[in-house]
């Protein structure tokens, strides 16, 4: 998985074939009853299928607001977009996409409010077009995946985000997982970037 110093679950896949990806979003309230964002993370690598992580996560809750995507390689993926209050499942479209940036796209139990970021629903938008655009009816690949994440439209607030004067958010690294293969590719700094290391991960 990538994760940071210390931190026990994040981005990732295991060798199960389940895969699982973060999107952070802001929102009022916390459940201390409920699983840390990055011990949820952990559960979905602790599982065997996507069907055993949704029902951990369903059955015990997330604590604080969150956008988790969990795959496996025979029923593809779902997205859990997460409140303290409730988590809301959103499947794959016709096409077999989940898609989902740093803001509530659905609507939560009463009283859940997120913090938008004024730039997450034009990405959200983006990246949608761009896998439209690149899908025309065959599973993406690799270097489609690779190429989606370099895009700069909107820059420096776009798909590939550029760190500011005015706000310090950028992107640190890429990932393109493919869960049959069970490998995932990864690109350390921004996708664009000549310089930085590229890593495989293999569980």
């Known amino acids: 998985m990538m994760t940071e110093a210390g931190i026990i679950g994040k981005i990732g896949l295991n060798s199960s074939s389940v895969g699982v990806t973060l999107n952070a979003i802001k929102a009022h309230g916390v459940?201390?009853?409920?699983?840390?964002?990055?011990?949820a993370l952990r559960t979905v690598l602790n599982s065997t299928s996507r069907a055993e992580a949704v029902e951990k996560l369903m059955r015990v809750g997330v604590a604080s607001a969150c956008h988790i995507t969990v795959a496996d390689a025979t029923t593809g993926g779902v997205g859990l977009e997460c409140s303290a209050q409730d988590i809301v499942q959103m499947p794959m479209s016709d096409q077999g996409v989940c898609t989902h940036s740093n803001h509530f796209v659905n609507t939560h139990a009463e009283g859940v409010v997120g913090?938008?970021?004024k730039d997450s629903p034009l990405r959200l938008?983006?990246?949608?077009?761009?896998?439209?655009?690149e899908q025309r009816g065959t599973e993406p690949s690799f270097e489609v995946i690779e190429r989606i994440l370099k895009d700069e439209e909107g820059y420096p607030?776009?798909?590939?985000?550029?760190?500011?004067?005015?706000?310090?958010?950028?992107?640190?690294f890429s990932i393109c997982m493919d869960l049959g293969g069970m490998k995932a590719k990864v690109k350390m700094g921004r996708p664009v970037n000549l310089v930085g290391e590229k890593v495989e991960l293999r569980p």
């Open 31 to 39: 459940d201390f009853a409920k699983l840390p964002c990055h011990l």
């Open 115 to 117: 913090v938008n970021m």
């Open 125 to 133: 938008d983006r990246i949608r077009s761009l896998i439209a655009q």
């Open 157 to 172: 607030e776009s798909i590939c985000r550029m760190a500011t004067e005015k706000s310090p958010l950028e992107t640190l």
